[in-house]
């Protein structure tokens, strides 16, 4: 069943592409408030169960591993919104093999965030908190020198923030100033008024999105599919790029690093995606 389950997704996601990320530290998990992590579940576990399935509950979609349904590090019955999220984490379950690297199961984890809320934070308070990251946003911090990069950053960024200033109807702008540019309340405002339109769920997955990419305007551009993941990855490590094409790169890390930073936007991504769909999937293409 869960193989029909995967072709599905990917097909409704074509932006959320997942690549396999080499195994990463023990304990990463979502980044809270001042870059403390929400959860830092073990790295790995030895697998525990045979079958992976799930079924429909009062308060949404649960999780069954074999006969036991799953649950959060605080003990609340994991249930999600959304059938096809409900299709996704069980994918992450029915993929370990041997051994739960519980690493490579960003959506899982995302879900038990949202569900836990470790950081008790409310609907706006999350909001205030992703609209803060326009004050520090990567793309609007720009250098005057060396002339190759700034000329890079004016090429590669400039169209995005050009796009969020119409899509959004505000004014961002840049600055080389170590102090940032000097963002109108407006435009500020106008990005809370947009995020309100999103639900709790949906929220935490953005947020987790931006502190990928250390920014707000990449991450609105992904979620609103107008860039891809690989190219908001690539746009967020601009500089970093630019210096490994100028030094070089250390052996094996540097693609490491950009493959767990590529499976970890996916994720967020596709997180936010599945928490905003508000139509289910297809009971016959589950039996595929």
């Not at 435009?187 to 920014?215: C, D, P, R």
Request: with cysteine; hydrophobic share 40%.
């Amino acid at each position: 069943m869960l193989s029909g389950c995967r072709r599905l997704l990917w097909g409704r996601f074509p932006t959320a592409r997942f690549p396999r990320p080499p195994p990463a530290a023990a304990g990463s998990g979502p980044v809270g408030p001042g870059g403390g992590r929400a959860y830092a579940p073990p790295a790995e576990r030895k697998r525990f169960y045979q079958n992976v399935s799930i079924s429909q509950g009062e308060g949404g979609f649960e999780i069954n591993l074999d006969h036991r349904k799953l649950k959060t590090p605080q003990g609340k019955l994991f249930t999600v919104p959304s059938e096809a999220l409900a299709i996704a984490v069980a994918t992450e379950w029915d993929s370990q093999k041997d051994t739960i690297k519980f690493y490579t199961m960003h959506l899982t984890t995302l879900c038990n965030t949202a569900l836990d809320n470790p950081t008790q934070r409310n609907k706006m308070q999350l909001i205030r908190a992703a609209v803060k990251f326009l004050e520090t946003d990567t793309v609007c911090y720009r250098v005057e020198e060396p002339a190759a990069l700034a000329e890079l950053q004016r090429n590669e960024w400039d169209p995005v923030v050009a796009w969020a200033e119409k899509r959004y109807n505000v004014a961002i702008g840049s600055s080389t100033s170590i102090l940032g540019p000097n963002i109108p309340a407006s435009t500020k405002e106008t990005f809370v008024s947009h995020l309100a339109s999103y639900n709790m769920w949906a929220l935490q997955g953005i947020e987790y999105v931006i502190t990928q990419l250390k920014s707000l305007i990449l991450s609105m551009g992904l979620i609103d599919r107008h860039i891809t993941v690989e190219k908001a990855v690539l746009l967020s490590r601009l500089e970093e790029e630019y210096q490994i094409q100028r030094w070089g790169s250390v052996e094996w890390a540097h693609d490491y690093d950009l493959c767990e930073l590529r499976a970890r936007t996916a994720a967020g991504t596709l997180f936010v995606h599945l928490c905003s769909e508000s139509s289910t999937v297809k009971h016959k293409l589950l039996q595929d």
